[in-house]
């Protein structure tokens, strides 16, 4: 499978590579990301072809944005398709990390959730200083969900799906996005959301990928039949899926580990690696346009190009549904 090749975006005009740049650890995601390093993940993205990078205000509190339309500037506007996220504002912040940050060396801001109208439309204008760019294709509503919000769940996801959308319906009317959306690790809450609107594009963050199958049976057909696409972020599941030990942001538990060996015992008999397989896997949906894998360096990103252009055995898809590591109905990748 070609990285690089492109996928329309439902209706919307946009064409997306199937592999694209999740720029999270652009922004120094668990680990200090010097500049240097962050822009050089950023322009090998775009040397290496990827034509969609994913941004978002909340990834280093501004640094991913600042480093990502650093490199993009001036670039010819055909080489890119640029998504960021709304429902998060930075405001000035004076005090160091706390130690539990997920981002350990930010910029001077914290983030506040602020899914109104006047949030959304503020969080755009913000993104488009820090960027330094003419223009954000995508917005992505970032995080909404009982898991993220807990008791306030409820409440956010009014406020969001009431004055955000509003405002995200108005900027994609007046032409100055081009699709929206819902980015968020739980698939539950983007399946509620197409009941009330009407929605681009869901960045699927973890949920949907060789270790994880649950959106197939509801949400994923339900996409199909509402046009919507989906882009899958974290196809590693947090770096289980390429030889790390974090799953869901945190240690992997027992029952995730023995299935990740599972899957590499059967991806080892196929002379496979498993973060191959988690790459190409999602792409066989015909909901999802793209995958946004993260990267810590220009290393990582040649090997994930390289995975992707691995051949993939019937055989081992065969395998791993009778191993029970596959749903019995996910369409995988042609041999």
């Known amino acids: 499978m070609d990285p690089t090749s492109?996928?329309?975006?439902?209706?919307?005009?946009?064409?997306?590579?199937?592999?694209?740049?999740?720029?999270?650890?652009?922004?120094?995601?668990?680990?200090?990301?010097?500049?240097?390093?962050?822009?050089?993940?950023?322009?090998?993205?775009v040397q290496a072809g990827l034509r969609y990078i994913d941004t978002a205000p909340f990834y280093g509190y501004g640094l991913s944005e600042r480093r990502v339309g650093d490199v993009l500037r001036g670039r010819d506007a055909a080489t890119w398709t640029l998504s960021t996220k709304v429902g998060r504002r930075l405001t000035p912040h004076h005090e160091p990390a706390a130690?539990?940050?997920?981002?350990?060396?930010?910029?001077?801001?914290?983030?506040?959730?602020?899914?109104?109208?006047?949030?959304?439309?503020?969080?755009?204008?913000s993104s488009l200083h820090?960027?330094?760019?003419?223009?954000?294709?995508?917005l992505f509503l970032h995080d909404i969900g009982p898991v993220t919000h807990g008791d306030e769940h409820a409440r956010h996801t009014e406020t969001a799906l009431t004055g955000g959308y509003r405002a995200l319906d108005e900027l994609r009317r007046n032409g100055d996005i081009r699709a929206f959306g819902i980015g968020a690790n739980e698939w539950e809450i983007c399946d509620y959301a197409l009941d009330h609107g009407h929605w681009d594009v869901f960045l699927l963050a973890g949920r949907y990928t060789l270790l994880e199958q649950t959106p197939l049976d509801?949400?994923?057909?339900?996409?199909?039949?509402?046009?919507?696409q989906v882009v899958v972020g974290g196809p590693f599941n947090s770096g289980i899926l390429a030889g790390g030990e974090?799953?869901?942001?945190?240690?992997?538990?027992?029952d995730i580990v023995d299935r990740?060996?599972?899957?590499?015992?059967?991806?080892?008999?196929?002379?496979?690696?498993?973060?191959?397989?988690?790459?190409q896997f999602p792409l066989a949906h015909p909901a999802v346009a793209?995958?946004?894998?993260?990267?810590?360096?220009?290393?990582?990103?040649?090997?994930?190009?390289?995975?992707?252009?691995?051949?993939?055995?019937?055989?081992?898809?065969?395998?791993?549904?009778r191993a029970?590591?596959?749903?019995?109905?996910?369409?995988?990748p042609a041999a």
């Open 6 to 45: 492109l996928r329309p975006l439902g209706e919307t005009g946009l064409r997306v590579s199937v592999m694209g740049l999740g720029a999270a650890q652009v922004g120094g995601l668990f680990r200090p990301m010097p500049e240097a390093e962050g822009r050089a993940i950023v322009e090998g993205a």
């Open 99 to 125: 130690p539990n940050d997920l981002w350990p060396d930010p910029l001077p801001f914290r983030a506040e959730f602020d899914y109104s109208y006047d949030g959304i439309m503020r969080s755009y204008e």
């Open 130 to 138: 820090r960027l330094g760019l003419p223009r954000i294709d995508i």
């Open 218 to 228: 509801r949400f994923l057909p339900r996409c199909l039949e509402h046009g919507a």
């Open 246 to 254: 974090t799953w869901n942001y945190g240690a992997a538990p027992p």
């Open 260 to 279: 990740v060996e599972r899957l590499r015992r059967i991806c080892s008999a196929h002379d496979v690696p498993v973060p191959a397989a988690a790459l």
């Open 290 to 321: 793209s995958v946004i894998p993260g990267l810590q360096s220009n290393e990582e990103l040649h090997a994930n190009v390289a995975m992707m252009g691995m051949p993939m055995p019937s055989a081992l898809w065969d395998d791993l549904r």
């Open 324 to 332: 029970g590591c596959l749903h019995p109905d996910a369409p995988t």
